[in-house]
Each structure stands twice: as C-alpha cells, then as structure tokens.
C-alpha cells in the first residue's frame, strides 16, 4: 500500500488531507488552554436511489434534519463524522445525491464532513464521495484509510465494509501510529490521497472512525457482529494516543473502555433497534437519532440525541436556588 504523492492538498475538502502521523503514550503532555472539540456524530444512512427504506426511511432527508436539528439548538461542531452504511445495500445510485449532500454539510458549516463505508456499502462507487478518491496505482475496490487533521487531533478513517479491517489496514494503522508526534518524514503513508508534513501532527490525540465497533451489541442477535478482528486492532491501538473509536452499525447507542480507549458506537439516521424484540428476531422502529462528541484535555464524552420533537412535559428557567425541576406529590 502507498500513499498518493500526485494530489496537491484540496483545502476546499478537508477530507482529501493525509499526513504521517506520531503514536505517543495517552498520558504524554498536552497542549495548555486548547478548547474543547465538538464532533456531530452520524451514522447508518441508508440512503436508497428511488423508494424510500421501508416505505417511511429517506436517509439523506434524515441527514439534512439531523444537520437542522443542530444549528437550531445552537451547536458548534468542528467536524462532522459519518460512520458507514451511507447507502442501503443494492442502492449504488444513490451515491451521486449522498456527494451533493456531503458538500452541502461542508459548506454549510463550513467544517470537514469526514465519512467511512459500512457493510452495506459499496467501495467503488463510493469513490465519487469527497475524501473517498483511490490512490495511484491502488484498485477501486481496494481499502483507503487516511488520516485527517482536524484541528489539535488527528482522525484515522478506517474501511470495516467487509467487517474486518485486514492484514493491510491493520498494518497502515500500525505505522501511522508508530512515529512519535513531531518527527514525521512529511511524505505521508497509507492510501489516501494529498501530501502530508509533520506540522500536520495533532497534539491532542487521534481518533479512529470506522463502522463495526469492536465488541458485541447485548442483543443476542448482534451479540457476534462486531468488528471480526476486533483483537488484532485493539493490540495496535493499546498504548498510543487514540482517545476515542466512533464507530456505527448496531442501530443503538453504546458505549464502552476497551484497553483503556472510550468507543462510541453511536445510533442510526435510518431507525433504532427494538431493544426487547422477539427471541430469534431483529426489529427496527422509526427513530432518528445521531451523538454529540466532546473531546478535550480531560476526556471524551458522548451524548446520543433523538431527532425529533415529542411532547413537552415541563419548561423551568433555572436559579440561583433552583437546579431541577422538584417532583410533583399528588
């Protein structure tokens, strides 16, 4: 696997930006006063070329009022990061409207829309969608991690649509890691596509993307869905500065340590499973929902949010003395 040194770096889509990257211990300095950073987390589009999912689900509907949802509530993102599954399996077609719709989130915030394949994607035709360009010499149905500069963190945008990463992934990712921060080549490795330099390094830690999590879901029909070389990924990412895994697939929200790094499987656009479906069953029900993701200096916090707008059961504007709305005896 080599890196793509003929693209010059594309500034108007931050996705397209590769560099070589330093593996440094998660307890090494970090930089004074840097701010928090806010990650919309998206994931399972299932975006479908003609009807919708289900005869209810239009996944990039769903995106775009995902994307209203946050503006509305005043949220700042400094990056938006899509899981996978961006197209429901069979629907190649729809990947041309998905790139309109990844280009207008970026301009529309004005910040890098950074997005991985799933299992019900297609890694050929999603070589249209911004970011996702195959390097020189690489096939169209090849893998193409990349890493990503997003302010003082790097994100490492890993291909599991085979639900597994592979041999070569997994050794892309062990060298992107290796190097300590600050003493990159500057040619960059891996297969993405630009150039990179060792001021491209982020100090704050990196983040890995990628749609199957790295453990089970508790529900016994996904309890062995999960990410299938789950081990060897976790050995190389133990003891560097990987922070944070954001990962998809489960169509629920779950959390968890894994060698001592949080992982975030966040919740779907497209519906959110039955948590207590039928023994021997998978069912879904029409709930959006997408995850708010803080990173800082002092950890990592994920928060899932509902896209919709339910009954209002009470508004209280808090004081001084008053922190909680104070419960109701009849």
Same mark, same amino acid.
């Not at 040194?5 to 211990?25: E, I, N, S």
């Given at each position: 696997?080599?890196?793509?040194?003929?693209?010059?770096?594309?500034?108007?889509?931050?996705?397209?930006?590769?560099?070589?990257? #330093?593996?440094?211990?998660?307890?090494?300095?970090?930089?004074?006063?840097?701010?928090?950073?806010?990650?919309?987390?998206?994931?399972?589009?299932?975006?479908?070329?003609? @009807?919708?999912?289900?005869?209810?689900?239009?996944?990039?509907?769903?995106?775009?009022? !995902?994307? /209203?949802?946050? +503006?509305?509530?005043?949220?700042?993102?400094?990056?938006?990061?899509?899981?996978?599954?961006?197209?429901?399996?069979?629907?190649?077609?729809?990947?041309?409207?998905?790139?309109?719709?990844?280009?207008?989130?970026?301009d529309s915030w004005g910040v890098p829309v950074l997005s991985v394949l799933g299992n019900h994607d297609e890694r050929a035709a999603a +070589?249209?969608?911004?970011?996702? +360009? !195959?390097?020189?010499?690489? +096939?169209?149905? /090849? @893998?193409?991690?990349?890493?990503?500069?997003? #302010?003082?963190?790097?994100?490492?945008?890993?291909?599991?649509?085979?639900?597994?990463?592979?041999?070569?992934?997994?050794?892309?990712?062990?060298?992107?890691?290796?190097?300590? @921060?600050?003493?990159?080549?500057?040619?960059?490795?891996?297969?993405?596509?630009?150039?990179?330099?060792?001021s491209s390094l982020a100090p704050s830690g990196t983040v890995v993307v990628m749609h199957h999590p790295p453990l089970g879901s508790p529900l016994p029909m996904l309890a062995r869905a999960g990410l299938r070389d789950a081990a060897d990924f976790l050995d190389i990412v133990e003891g560097t500065d990987v922070r944070a895994i954001l990962c998809g697939h489960f169509h629920h929200p779950l959390s968890a340590t894994m060698r001592g790094v949080h992982v975030s499987a966040g919740p779907a656009l497209a519906y959110h499973q039955v948590m207590d479906a039928e023994p021997g069953t998978v069912s879904g029900f029409d709930r959006s929902m997408f995850s708010l993701v803080h990173l800082g200096a002092d950890g990592v916090s994920t928060s899932s949010v509902g896209v919709e707008h339910p009954a209002l059961l009470f508004t209280l504007t808090p004081t001084p003395t008053t922190s909680q709305p104070s419960p109701v005896s009849s």
């Open positions: 696997m080599t890196a793509d040194l003929a693209h010059p770096v594309d500034l108007a889509h931050p996705a397209d930006l590769v560099h070589p990257a #330093g593996r440094v211990t998660p307890d090494g300095p970090r930089p004074s006063g840097s701010r928090r950073t806010t990650v919309l987390h998206l994931s399972d589009v299932h975006a479908t070329a003609v @009807a919708s999912l289900y005869g209810v689900v239009d996944g990039i509907t769903r995106m775009r009022a !995902a994307s /209203d949802y946050a +503006r509305a509530a005043g949220l700042e993102p400094d990056a938006i990061v899509i899981s996978g599954d961006l197209i429901e399996r069979g629907n190649a077609a729809a990947y041309p409207a998905l790139r309109d719709a990844l280009l207008e989130l970026e +070589r249209i969608l911004p970011g996702h +360009r !195959a390097s020189v010499g690489a +096939r169209a149905e /090849d @893998a193409s991690p990349r890493a990503v500069r997003v #302010g003082a963190w790097r994100f490492v945008l890993l291909d599991s649509s085979t639900g597994t990463l592979g041999a070569e992934q997994l050794a892309w990712l062990d060298a992107e890691l290796r190097l300590p @921060a600050g003493t990159g080549t500057g040619t960059g490795t891996g297969t993405g596509t630009g150039t990179g330099s060792s």
